[in-house]
């Protein structure tokens, strides 16, 4: 007599998007905060559960641009997955994150659930995506170190003094304008635009305006590593 046996229970799957954007001089991340439970009134990074024949990359995209209509997103990236039969109090759930930036000045319009948080100061957050937005951030830096990964952060041209701040705003350190220029155009990531910043009401010579040279991800240094100062 033939055995029915149940099919083992599938995992639930969802994609999260850690998006990172400077702002005011800091790192921020974008979270929304959960009106429902579970860890209502916590927040939490921006992402859902996969649909049927929709990849990865899509789902996180979709639910960007639909949940808090983030569409003009530099760089993305898979970052990793989480699957701790815990992390979700009331199902198995999986989840993959992604990393995301989103270059200086933009202001995309998000709804009024949602918000840009410091990372150095992050609000009570829900699941494990608190460890994942710090897992972010620490992949974001060290790609700092050995690619051209700035360009996603940085405007389409900057003065050497706004990179800085990006840079600085990223690592959590002070960055020397003059070391940064000397890495980045010794290893062909800036350039000169051939152009200079209008001065402002104070006065002062004008600044020389540059770009990154590639606006997609290239390693320009496999070995570098960037270091706060002693």
């Not at 760089?75 to 989103?102: C, F, I, K, M």
């Not at 998000?110 to 100061?121: E, K, Q, S």
């Not at 041209?157 to 959590?172: C, I, K, N, P, Q």
Request: aromatic share 8%; proline share 7%.
């Amino acid at each position: 007599m033939a055995e029915f046996t149940t099919p083992p229970l599938a995992p639930a799957h969802v994609a999260l998007a850690t998006v990172f954007q400077v702002r005011d001089g800091a790192l921020c991340v974008l979270l929304w905060e959960r009106a429902r439970a579970p860890f209502s009134g916590s927040w939490a990074l921006p992402g859902g559960t996969l649909v049927t024949g929709e990849t990865l990359e899509g789902s996180i995209l979709r639910h960007l641009a639909t949940k808090v209509d983030v569409r003009e997103v530099s760089h993305l990236e898979q970052l990793g997955t989480s699957s701790q039969p815990a992390r979700h109090p009331d199902r198995w759930e999986l989840a993959t994150a992604y990393l995301g930036l989103v270059p200086l000045g933009l202001d995309p319009r998000i709804p009024r659930d949602t918000a840009w948080h410091p990372v150095n100061a992050l609000p009570q957050t829900a699941f494990d995506h608190g460890a994942i937005v710090l897992a972010g951030r620490d992949r974001l830096r060290g790609k700092l170190s050995y690619s051209n990964i700035g360009f996603a952060l940085a405007p389409e041209t900057f003065t050497l003094a706004e990179l800085r701040d990006v840079y600085e705003a990223a690592l959590g350190y002070e960055v020397s304008s003059t070391n940064l220029q000397r890495v980045l155009v010794r290893r062909g990531a800036i350039e000169s635009v051939g152009r200079r910043r209008a001065h402002g009401p104070a006065g002062g010579r004008p600044a020389e305006l540059y770009r990154f040279r590639a606006r997609r991800l290239e390693v320009t240094d496999q070995f570098a590593v960037l270091r706060p100062p002693a």
